[in-house]
């Protein structure tokens, strides 16, 4: 008789008492458990506007209208991705895995310039050789774009990215100096 319990191992009830402490036992643990979790997300939602308001987005935040998107460009054999400030990745063309060449790292320019460049880094692991990282170069141009995409030496990759974050303000004109003035 396997599935019968013995009438003398059975739990005896709780008393009313009991029980009532229980219930009320159980409710504060639903409350405690909902707090619990609201504070989770909470500090979670700190933490990415705490990560966001880190970045150095420019001298007046000018790329921060790219932060959020996305970039693809196609060669003979991959597609090339750019999420500035988060990460590059690789494609197969014909479809498959997507790579990691790196995730956002630093600013990579130049002293004088150092919004020239950016690195990402300690992508994918090369076989044989380090992570795979990524140099993209910043130029002047009307249209946000991928333009290029190429590996110069085995796991280093190199994107070319046009924006107009790049491009320098142009001079204030005598006429505004003036008009200012009156
Ligand atoms: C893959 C790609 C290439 C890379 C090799 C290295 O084929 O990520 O870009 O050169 O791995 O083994």
Known sequence: MLNTIKEEDKMPEYDEETKRLIEVADEARRKFEDAD????????????IKKYLELDLGPQEEFSALKGQCFEYTEREY???LCPFDKTSQKPKGGGIETSLGVWGHWYGPEEDKYDAMKYENGQGCWNGPSRSCHVNLHCGAENALTGASEPSRCEYQFEFTTPARCSEPEPTLSSDIHEEL
Do not use: V
Request: hydrophobic share 35%.
């Open 37 to 48: 979790n609201k504070l989770r997300e909470l500090e979670n939602e700190i933490n990415a």
């Open 79 to 81: 597609t090339y991705i």
